[in-house]
């Protein structure tokens, strides 16, 4: 049975992570991006790399520590906490783990890049409302050895920055995945802010050449090396969900403890204490759903889908539930610009879209259980 605590390695990597992160990526960091209308800090990424993190999904062959999910799973928590940017998700998750189905010499290459912090990935999967690989209808057609891509794709978050796209198209009898550079002739990229302050970009393909080396894996079988990807994503990103929750509810805890009506802290009041009370249970059952993910996805990834999509399920009712109880107990300067509760909000609202909404993780866990 997958035990639902941390181990002493996770424990001792949570605390390595928040002592560096406090001290060079705390919330006001966010608040400096978005005000100087940035949103990418490369210098960040960079001692991110240094410090192994870029490289946890890297196989040791290429220069990585292939500590696991459930490591990244515990980088992303603490990068939660005061909403870090950065593409550790997009490059060191996704990517890595999609590059690593592929045994060649290319894959190699590509995973000894990330690992050093030197090349960056952005995932292009959707293209309409919502999540839904299967309902892809940009076309990758056979042209010579290789193939032309035309489209278009939207929510491709780090899309505007990154050095290379991995790219979901739609070919003869299937899906195929492609690995393009992101300046490559035919590629037009539409960057913009998102709320929560990171980069997303809607990206254009008119008759962009991809050759059979910017094929990952076997034709029209895309899914062989996106589903594990897309599934260490969406993990990581519920542990990041989970991390901006506790910061969120650390900080509705502190302002209960400080803030006094009638000459009381406004802790001690019986409605209160019950809200915040329900909302830690919340948290915990939440924690104990993700560390699962991140087991199963280590010693079981075959059959982890289930407990994947209960992670982010759950994980994206909770931030909901933290932000906007943080944002009613704070009371006025709750809504205000001047507090970070609406950084967390945003961030909480991106989540709950990216990589499977509510509803389309809840349909998973339905079908999986068979209803």
């Not at 390595?16 to 991006?33: N, Q, T």
């Not at 009638?262 to 249970?281: K, N, V």
Request: hydrophobic share 45%; glycine share 10%; with cysteine.
């Amino acid at each position: 049975m997958a035990k639902l605590v941390m181990t002493e390695d996770e424990t001792m990597l949570a605390d390595s992570a928040r002592g560096f992160l406090d001290s060079e990526a705390p919330v006001k960091a966010l608040r400096d991006l978005r005000d100087a209308g940035k949103t990418h800090d490369a210098a960040l990424w960079k001692k991110m790399a240094d410090m192994g993190w870029a490289g946890v999904l890297v196989p040791e062959s290429a220069g990585g520590s292939d500590m696991g999910s459930a490591a990244a799973n515990v980088l992303a928590h603490e990068m939660g906490k005061t909403l870090v940017v950065s593409p550790f998700l997009s490059t060191a998750v996704i990517a890595a783990t999609a590059l690593r189905q592929v045994s060649d010499a290319r894959a190699e290459a590509a995973l000894a890049k990330i690992a050093t912090g030197d090349v960056t990935y952005a995932l292009a999967v959707d293209e309409g409302a919502k999540f839904d690989p299967n309902a892809v209808q940009m076309t990758a057609k056979p042209d010579g050895n290789g193939f032309r891509l035309s489209g278009k794709k939207q929510f491709v978050v780090d899309g505007g920055l990154a050095d290379r796209l991995l790219v979901l198209a739609r070919t003869d009898n299937g899906l195929s995945l492609f690995d393009i550079p992101a300046d490559r002739a035919g590629v037009t990229r539409d960057a913009s802010n998102m709320i929560d302050d990171r980069d997303a970009a809607r990206i254009t393909f008119e008759d962009v050449e991809a050759t059979g080396d910017d094929l990952l894996g076997t034709v029209d079988q895309a899914m062989d090396v996106l589903r594990p990807a897309l599934q260490a994503g969406q993990a990581a990103l519920a542990a990041e969900m989970s991390g901006l929750t506790a910061g969120a509810f650390g900080m509705t805890v502190g302002y209960l403890k400080e803030r006094k009506q009638f000459g009381i802290e406004i802790g001690r009041f019986q409605a209160l204490q019950h809200r915040a009370a329900h909302l830690w249970c919340e948290i915990e059952v939440t924690a104990s759903a993700i560390l699962h993910a991140g087991r199963m996805l280590d010693h079981d990834p075959e059959n982890a889908a289930l407990a994947v999509s209960l992670a982010k399920a759950r994980a994206t009712a909770t931030a909901k539930l933290a932000v906007q109880e943080g944002v009613q107990m704070h009371g006025g300067i709750g809504m205000t610009d001047a507090f970070d509760m609406g950084f967390y909000m945003k961030r909480a609202r991106v989540g709950a879209e990216w990589l499977g909404d509510y509803s389309y993780h809840a349909e998973q866990v339905a079908a999986l259980r068979g209803f």
